[in-house]
């Protein structure tokens, strides 16, 4: 790789470098080490909450910089340089998405949400998939109202509209929707890359890594879009053409496209 390079790897987590039913990653663990052990930054940016990637972390033993609830906020960049910031937040609060929603959006529509949290413990239980411990870190939500739509896909995108015309969106992953702030993963990555290069002297080049609806903005918007195979979601559906795919699934499939993507820059 050239010594003039600095890579920046921006990736989702469930589905992508986590295997999607069991969440695991022991599988790339040694990879991921010796990926960050040559100096290249890996930056989870997903859907997850700060408390559940603090656990990644934990369960890693790293120390990364990350992106939650869909771009909402950035956390720890102060360990990779002290002039940056420990905290970014480019989303509003939920008490204040959920004003909005309530206020502009129709009873026809929210008829349709069922918020999570509203739910028994036991479903959310059977939606996450997860131990209660990993719930509970999931539902610590600052920028984000997960919730599931019970309606038709042409009142999906009448709904969608409408979320989007009061300033707000909707992130659609693998288990569920999230309700935000008009905000995004790749506008998160942006506002990154844009702090490293205030310092930065090499050329930064981005990889991002998805697996899902929710992370097209960000595989785009990178200089080397990855997508890990995931039988639910095909090429047929993304508009990038040059997207390196993987032929594997999470974790292995991260690797596969890590590897192709880095093979690129040589």
Request: proline fraction near 3%; aromatic fraction near 8%.
């Amino acid at each position: 790789m050239n010594a003039n390079n600095k890579v920046l790897i921006f990736t989702d987590l469930d589905g992508s470098l986590l295997d999607r039913d069991t969440f695991k990653f022991d599988k790339i663990l040694q990879y991921i080490k010796d990926l960050i052990s040559k100096g290249i930054f890996i930056i989870p940016n997903s859907s997850k909450t700060k408390n559940e990637i603090d656990s990644f972390n934990k369960d890693l033993d790293e120390d990364l910089p990350f992106i939650v609830e869909n771009g909402a906020a950035i956390y720890n960049l102060n360990l990779i340089n002290a002039s940056f910031p420990e905290k970014i937040s480019l989303s509003r609060e939920i008490s204040e998405i959920l004003d909005i929603f309530n206020n502009k959006i129709s009873k026809k529509y929210k008829s349709k949400c069922k918020f999570i949290k509203n739910l028994t413990s036991d479903k959310q239980l059977q939606i996450f998939g997860q131990s209660k411990e990993k719930v509970k870190l999931a539902m610590k939500r600052e920028y984000s109202i997960p919730l599931l739509y019970d309606g038709s896909k042409a009142e999906k995108v009448d709904l969608i509209k409408s979320v989007n015309n009061a300033g707000l969106s909707l992130h659609e992953g693998g288990r569920l929707i999230n309700l935000c702030d008009k905000i995004s993963k790749s506008q998160a990555m942006k506002h990154v890359v844009k702090i490293f290069k205030k310092i930065s002297k090499e050329e930064l080049i981005t990889v991002g890594v998805g697996d899902n609806f929710n992370d097209l903005d960000m595989l785009k918007n990178s200089d080397i879009p990855c997508l890990v195979f995931n039988d639910k979601f095909t090429m047929e559906k993304i508009n990038i053409n040059n997207c390196l795919v993987s032929k594997k699934p999470a974790p292995e499939g991260w690797e596969e496209v890590v590897k192709l993507a880095l093979d690129k820059i040589k």
